[in-house]
């Protein structure tokens, strides 16, 4: 039996992420059925399930890598730069980051278990906004008349909200001079 090298065991991983991104954002949680994900992906559910160890763990593998592209946007641009790629991204539900963003915050309002693994993932996000601001504060970029806690609140709840609009498929237009509101709205005038 020929060996699967580490590279292709990732690429195969990340095939199955992208194909469950797609999955989860078009059918939910409940609506991403094996069969689903199996089409979605290409594989079998062998296939998927060498990998991860059952459909939740898919589901918070996916999430993670969301985060964790995320937070990393966060700590170079800012949030701000999150919700305008957000914005820009032509897969918006069907299979970018705003699909997986609205299953996360249900299945965190609905599913008490996942909240709590989740939670983790939303304090890093959260730490990395407040980092950022720390350092716009530093440099005296930052409004400095309301604390860096509050503003990073202020962010997290327009990017909800950015997502929430998005995903009822609300017009888009004037959103980003929206976003230029928001960005200018947290910088010292």
């Known amino acids: 039996m020929p060996r699967v090298s580490a590279d292709q065991l990732a690429a195969r991983r990340q095939q199955i992420?992208?194909?469950a991104r797609s999955?989860?954002?078009r059918h939910g949680y409940e609506?991403?059925?094996?069969r689903r994900l199996e089409q979605s992906t290409g594989l079998s559910r062998g296939a998927i399930f060498h990998h991860f160890r059952d459909k939740d763990a898919l589901f918070l593998a996916l999430a993670e890598q969301d985060a964790e592209r995320?937070?990393?946007i966060v700590a170079e641009q800012g949030l701000?730069?999150?919700m305008r790629e957000l914005l820009s991204s032509p897969e918006r539900i069907d299979a970018g980051w705003t699909g997986t963003f609205l299953e996360i915050a249900r299945r965190g309002r609905t599913d008490p278990g996942f909240r709590d693994r989740w939670r983790a993932h939303a304090?890093?996000?959260t730490a990395a906004t407040q980092e950022r601001l720390e350092r716009q504060a530093l440099a005296g970029t930052l409004r400095d008349d309301v604390p860096v806690p509050v503003l990073a609140r202020y962010?997290?709840?327009v990017l909800e909200g950015l997502v929430s609009h998005l995903s009822m498929g609300l017009p888009a237009e004037h959103l980003n001079v929206v976003l230029d509101l928001v960005e200018g709205a947290v910088r010292r005038r």
């Open 17 to 19: 992420l992208d194909g």
């Open 70 to 72: 995320m937070t990393d």
């Open 31 to 34: 609506g991403a059925t094996v």
């Open 155 to 157: 962010l997290e709840l």
């Open 23 to 25: 999955c989860f954002a």
């Open 80 to 82: 701000v730069q999150v």
């Open 123 to 125: 304090e890093a996000l």
